[in-house]
């Protein structure tokens, strides 16, 4: 009876059989169309175009890190240690992120006000080793954001980045950052950052923008967060790292 079904269902063009549940057509099936090619005389770009800072490393001076166990690193010792090699990266153009830097500074005189979050570790890098990843709150509700991996008995600085951060997601060996969208009312940027191992580096494998929300909508203020030198780490990342930081490495959105 079964055999007689399914003969009857390929003769009437897989119609179906009767019972709730057969097979039905879809319908026709719309063409195909392949990409097309437009303008393809535009000359070859010779011009370099502008660094943004994409795909840096560098090796974290001053933190030893013996076999390789990220956890043993204090992340408030090793934002220091950046810090002392290069201040600037964290005072910001003109010097705007001032504060932050004195906060950091002070953070084991005045924990309460230390500017850098919990830390969390993720193989990012798929080698069977976490990476440690750091969150730092700036002035202008920006994140600042860094991942290192343990490399030769100390760290290695492989994704640096500063934008207005609503959250982070930690998605496989991927992190997604979500940030404001600046002169967009409703949307946000959530760029997918990616280990590319022939740079040695975590790269924004790709940036999108989103709705989240009707454009009429005010945006929300974030909820103020007290940030803390390191508490007890987690290995599970949390779905958001921050409330709401602000304008990104790459060039404010």
């Not at 005389?41 to 974290?60: I, M, N, S």
């Not at 949307?187 to 580096?201: C, D, H, K, L, S």
Request: charged letters at 25%; proline letters at 11%.
């Amino acid at each position: 009876m079964v055999l007689l079904c399914a003969g009857a269902a390929l003769a009437a063009g897989l119609t179906g059989c009767g019972d709730a549940g057969g097979l039905e057509s879809a319908g026709p099936t719309p063409t195909a169309a392949g990409p097309v090619r437009l303008w393809p005389d535009l000359p070859p770009v010779t011009a370099p175009p502008y660094d943004y800072g994409e795909g840096e490393t560098e090796r974290v001076r001053g933190v030893r890190l013996p076999g390789g166990e990220v956890r043993r690193a204090d992340p408030v010792a090793v934002v220091q240690a950046e810090l002392a090699a290069d201040p600037d990266q964290f005072r910001g153009e003109d010097g705007v992120y001032e504060t932050t830097v004195r906060r950091i500074r002070e953070c084991r005189e005045r924990p309460a006000a230390c500017p850098v979050l919990r830390p969390y570790y993720r193989d990012l890098t798929g080698d069977g080793r976490e990476e440690l990843i750091v969150a730092v709150r700036m002035e202008e509700q920006q994140t600042g954001l860094r991942v290192y991996t343990p490399k030769d008995g100390g760290l290695t600085r492989i994704l640096a980045d500063e934008d207005q951060v609503v959250g982070v997601q930690a998605a496989g060996r991927n992190l997604v950052v979500r940030a404001v969208s600046a002169g967009i009312p409703g949307y946000e940027y959530r760029t997918t950052w990616t280990w590319e191992p022939r740079r040695g580096a975590m790269l924004a494998a790709s940036d999108e923008i989103v709705r989240v929300r009707s454009a009429t909508s005010p945006p929300r203020e974030p909820a103020p967060r007290s940030a803390s030198p390191s508490p007890s780490p987690s290995s599970s990342p949390s779905p958001s790292a921050s409330p709401a930081p602000s304008g990104s490495g790459s060039g404010a959105r």
